[in-house]
């Protein structure tokens, strides 16, 4: 099974940045999307941001658009998620992703365990 690890959680304050990393233990595809999704309680799983290197795209969700920052290192099979500005609603569990095309939708193949994002004031 291949495994995705977060990391860069924590708590900040807002108007405050993180730095989140997902790297892949093993490599997968030859052509592929990474995605970030986050999860706060009570709520569904929630899209953020995806990147197709493939095809060098990104998109994001309108909620992050002109904060958050996806970007990738092909070679080392790992994927950012750059956030800015951070607001105590971006509090939740992030989640990175993996699979053959990109979508909004959490049907990706491979999943991380999820890191804890913690904005207050």
């Known amino acids: 099974q291949v495994q995705l690890a977060e990391s860069g959680g924590g708590l900040v304050q807002a108007g405050g940045s993180l730095r989140l990393s997902c790297a892949a233990s093993a490599r997968t595809f030859s052509s592929y999307a990474m995605a970030w999704f986050r999860q706060a309680p009570g709520k569904e799983r929630e899209f953020i941001a995806f990147?197709?290197?493939?095809?060098?795209?990104?998109y994001y969700a309108d909620s992050v658009k002109g904060r958050f920052t996806i970007s990738g290192d092909d070679a080392k099979n790992t994927v950012f998620l750059e956030m800015s500005n951070l607001k105590p609603e971006d509090t939740a569990v992030y989640y990175c992703?993996?699979?053959?095309?990109?979508?909004?939708?959490?049907?990706?193949?491979?999943w991380g365990q999820g890191t804890q994002v913690t904005v207050s004031s």
């Open positions: 992703a993996k699979g053959l095309r990109a979508t909004t939708r959490p049907d990706y193949a491979y």
């Open positions: 990147i197709t290197w493939s095809r060098g795209s990104t």
